[in-house]
């Protein structure tokens, strides 16, 4: 029996005859600017560290290379170094420590630049959302100039295109650590704290986040879906969501006529039987 072909090709599963669309999650594709510094940050470490760690590996090979070819018992001890200082050995050490020092360094800096450019997103007329931690869910608020349009969801986000998104994050209960890789990176959700997360979509599509800090019995199961829509789309949906939330009924407690409440008694039949009913009625 042939095995039914699948393929993972933008965010959508291939199945003959069946295409269906799934969320991405992956640190390697940014979507967003804030990804998209921490992915070039990323590249950078990796690249620096596939350099030293060749280095280390051919430095190991070539002393290899130049071991004797000796039995141990046969090779007389070499104690030339305990009267001659070995220079060349000197400086090659010294050497490995003065570029093991660059590399550090260039590290930090790519870091304090990556830093420094998260930071510095510019917020005009950004979309904010408080998104609380909870086990094992999330409930995302969505807060307008107008308080009458506020409304609340669970388990997903719906953020516009090419506007920033300003999140506000909290804890309802234990730690919890947001990650939506494709977006931004990993943010802590402390109790007691507030923190909070500015990102933006530049590609529209739908993107996975996880819950990356283990909270409990059901923490692979903490997930959501982020909605990246062009901003007529989103300014649809929330409309839509604002219409949806009703006003608190208020309950009539005063006649119109009158400035005290009117309270409402329940009428109540006379149980009562005999001369004491029929002297009651006249």
Known sequence: MRHRARALVGG????????????????LHAYGIQAAHIGRLWNFTLGLCTLVFGAIFAAFLWALWRAPRVRVDEAPPDLKSLVH??????RAVGWSTGVATLGLLALLAADVLTSRALAR??????????????????EARYHHADPARDFVTANELHIPVGRPVVVTLRSNDVIHTLWVPNLHGKRDMIPGRTSTLQLRA????TYRGQCAEFCGLEHAKMAMVVEAEPNAAYEAWAARQGLRRRPPRRRRCADANSSRPRIARPATRSKARGPTARRRRT
Not at 121 to 138: D, S, T
């Open 12 to 27: 959508l599963v291939w199945v003959p005859g069946v295409v269906t669309a799934v969320p991405l999650q992956d640190a």
């Open 85 to 90: 200082p070995e220079r060349r050995l000197h």
């Open 121 to 138: 997103l510019p917020l005009e007329n950004a979309v904010n959302i408080e998104l609380i931690g909870h086990e094992w869910w999330w």
């Open 202 to 205: 530049d590609r529209a599509g």
